[in-house]
């Protein structure tokens, strides 16, 4: 069953967002050369404690950390380690929450590290972000689940791939729902698949953790020996975005931008929902 918020809940997840917001803007400052995975992992746990919130990561299906780091090829659930280290050309996703009082806040993105990035790279990270937002501007009342997979669907397949070919819009992982647990009901494809059907309909305290995985190539992965570390089949690298999204009375709240999605909506013709903190 999907859990419908009340007013006062989300704004206690705007709460959890914010810290999550607060850890992006501190692990992107030492994402650099020469960094390891494990320092970011150090920054957020830190970030967490400042505010007095509870890393909804750690732990979670015995995971080892607070953040996912994921380098290059990896796609998805990477695991800090200080063998890891940043090295200039890299790409590297970082995928984080928090937990307020029981409520919890899930975002991701993409970092280049260094400087030199090829035109491919940089590109696809800016397809896969910007299939998120096309996918958030399509929390509407009235609209169905389907609705956001297809905006996000439809976004990445109109885009040219530098060098041709198409995107690979990752198969095994999607979005979800989000709320007193971190994955709930319902899951989200980030493509049409037409046995699914239409999906739950959209209605004023849904909740969504929207979040396209997209790579050079394949859209199939594959599990490592870690049993978390999630790769693309055929090597090539994969761009992560995610907000943790309200649809309220009002419009769509982006629980987990710094600025609840004011900035981007506005591009898509959309009013974001007031800030229930500002």
Not at 27 to 36: I, N, Y
Not at 171 to 180: A, F, Q, R, W
Not at 234 to 257: F, I, K, M, N, Q
Request: aromatic fraction near 6%; proline fraction near 6%; glycine fraction near 12%.
């Amino acid at each position: 069953m999907v859990q419908i918020k009340t007013p006062e809940q989300i704004a206690k997840m705007r709460e959890a967002g914010l810290v999550v917001a607060a850890i992006h803007a501190a692990t992107r400052e030492v994402a650099v050369p020469g960094a390891s995975t494990k320092d970011l992992d150090e920054v957020a746990r830190k970030v967490l404690a400042e505010h007095g919130a509870k890393s909804n990561f750690l732990g979670y299906g015995g995971f080892p950390a607070t953040i996912c780091t994921s380098v290059n090829d990896v796609v998805v659930h990477g695991i800090p380690s200080e063998d890891v280290v940043l090295k200039d050309g890299d790409i590297i996703s970082i995928d984080c929450g928090a937990i307020i009082d029981g409520w919890h806040g899930d975002a991701a993105y993409t970092a280049f590290v260094g400087s030199g990035h090829a035109p491919e790279l940089i590109e696809l990270s800016r397809v896969t972000e910007e299939s998120m937002w096309a996918g958030i501007a399509a929390m509407k009342q009235g609209n169905r689940l389907v609705d956001v997979s297809r905006a996000i669907e439809t976004y990445i397949r109109r885009q040219p791939k530098p060098g041709g070919g198409r995107y690979g819009i990752i198969e095994d992982y999607g979005g979800h729902g989000i709320g007193t647990e971190m994955h709930m009901d319902p899951h989200l494809l980030n493509y049409v698949e037409r046995r699914r059907g239409k999906g739950p309909k959209l209605v004023p305290g849904f909740c969504l953790a929207i979040e396209p995985m997209v790579s050079l190539g394949t859209p199939k992965t594959e599990v490592l020996s870690d049993d978390w570390t999630v790769i693309t089949t055929d090597g090539t690298w994969s761009s992560h975005w995610e907000h943790s999204v309200a649809l309220t009375e009002e419009g769509p709240l982006v629980l987990t931008a710094p600025d609840a999605g004011k900035a981007k909506l506005a591009e898509f013709g959309i009013v974001a929902a007031p800030d229930p903190l500002a």
